[in-house]
């Protein structure tokens, strides 16, 4: 069972450096079309109305995507100040309800989300021709994210490694290597 975690632990790391890159990418190009807006509004006098559909896109984008890393990274909503208040053999249990919240609180964004994307692919987004459900895809892939990544920590945990492999658990310190 180890084995099949750390396998799973390579897969989604993989798929959280794939979504930081995109989120990073989104979060680029979105200044520079918000840039383009700017000059074409005040120093051509003629605004361009591609921008703001695209850049609202970008953004959903690297919001969720973002969001989902921090999943992954281990930063996403938690309980830490009950976690610190408890003694240590019970600080695992806060730390699995929360991945447990965040996990079905993905899958919610998943459900919720294909009915926005379905719902919206009947109207078309002015100027730019394409169906308004589209900007609802990032809110699914996020949510799909926050779900796999809340159930890789629980896997982690579950065969005693520590729930991010990236960032050090406070409640499981890495021991530090000394040099002789």
Not at 29 to 48: A, I, K, N
């Amino acid at each position: 069972m180890k084995q099949f975690v750390e396998q799973l632990a390579g897969v989604t790391g993989r798929l959280s450096r794939l979504a930081l890159w995109i989120a990073g990418i989104s979060l680029v190009v979105m200044t520079l079309l918000v840039l383009w807006q700017v000059f074409t509004r005040y120093v051509l006098h003629e605004p361009s109305h591609l921008t703001e559909p695209f850049a609202v896109v970008l953004m959903s984008w690297f919001i969720f995507l973002g969001a989902a890393v921090g999943t992954h990274e281990g930063f996403h909503m938690s309980f830490d100040v009950l976690t610190h208040a408890l003694p240590a053999r019970l600080r695992w249990v806060p730390e699995v309800i929360s991945d447990l919240v965040v996990g079905l609180f993905g899958l919610g964004m998943v459900w919720w989300g294909v009915q926005l994307v379905l719902a919206g692919m009947d109207s078309t987004m002015p100027l730019v021709g394409l169906p308004d459900g589209v900007t609802y895809i990032p809110v699914v892939a996020g949510g799909a994210l926050f779900a796999l990544f809340s159930l890789e920590r629980l896997c982690r945990r579950s065969v005693g490694l520590p729930a991010s492999a990236h960032v050090a658990d406070p409640h499981n310190p890495v021991p530090e290597v000394t040099e002789a």
